[in-house]
Antibody
Framework: EVQLEESGGGLVQPGGSLRLSCAAS????????MIWVRQAPGKGLEWVSY????????YYADSVKGRFTISRDNARNSLYLQLNSLRAEDTAVYYC??????WGQGTLVTVSS | DIQMTQSPSSLPASVGDRVTITCRAS??????LAWFQQKPGKAPKSLIY???TLQSGVPSKFSGSGSGTDFTLTISSLQPEDFATYYC?????????FGGGTKVEIK
């Protein structure tokens, strides 16, 4: 079964950092590009970042460019998102996804003092 | 950036109703359009990709159509488990963008 499982969310103060992880199983991870999407409480979906299968191409949403870093370790079947200089508006559930399907269950990041 | 406009934002409906949700792209995206269903507290679930192809395991009461800039998601006979929020997403180009969502709620 194809599965994605995020971890690493939590409560962090403004200006702080957090590293999210996404563990993939049930498919050849190294064959697929991956994305991160987030959803603020009560709001819609917002794409955050993209990474190609070999990490050769990376994109970011303007709202996170320069603060977030996407990476992957194909040997560990894992995707990462480093979140730096966090702001209150970054508070959201963060999902990893293999294109349009599947998505993980999400991990909540709360930025608050 | 490609803007995705979904309508309506709220759709009161009854069990057994046929419902249609519309999604319009600000520029042509061919058929690079996906539809998602999201229930409260859950991750979005992919229903349709390539505008009209059902994901494996998705019941045939869901159907998608369209190409270019105008797309629709139709649920042929609404069941209690279908009351949820639906999103469209274009994956023609980055940044990926989503519609604002349509909440299908009990009339």
């Amino acid at each position: 079964e194809v599965q994605l499982e995020e971890s690493g969310g939590g409560l962090v103060q403004p200006g702080g950092s957090l590293r999210l992880s996404c563990a993939a199983s049930g498919f050849t991870f190294s064959d697929y590009s991956m994305i991160w999407v987030r959803q603020a409480p009560g709001k819609g979906l917002e794409w955050v970042s993209y990474i190609s299968s070999r990490s050769s191409t990376i994109y970011y949403a303007d709202s996170v460019k320069g603060r977030f870093t996407i990476s992957r370790d194909n040997a560990r079947n894992s995707l990462y998102l480093q979140l730096n200089s966090l702001r209150a508006e970054d508070t959201a559930v963060y999902y990893c996804a293999r294109g349009v399907d599947p998505w993980g269950q999400g991990t909540l990041v709360t930025v608050s003092s | 950036d490609i803007q995705m406009t979904q309508s309506p934002s709220s759709l009161p409906a009854s069990v057994g109703d046929r419902v249609t949700i519309t999604c319009r792209a600000s520029q042509g995206i061919s058929n690079f359009l996906a539809w998602f269903q999201q229930k409260p507290g859950k991750a979005p679930k992919s229903l349709i990709y390539a505008a009209s192809t059902l994901q494996s395991g998705v019941p045939s009461k869901f159907s998608g159509s369209g190409s270019g800039t105008d797309f629709t998601l139709t649920i042929s006979s609404l069941q209690p488990e279908d009351f949820a929020t639906y999103y469209c997403q274009q994956y023609h180009s980055y940044p990926l963008t989503f519609g604002g969502g349509t909440k299908v709620e009990i009339k």
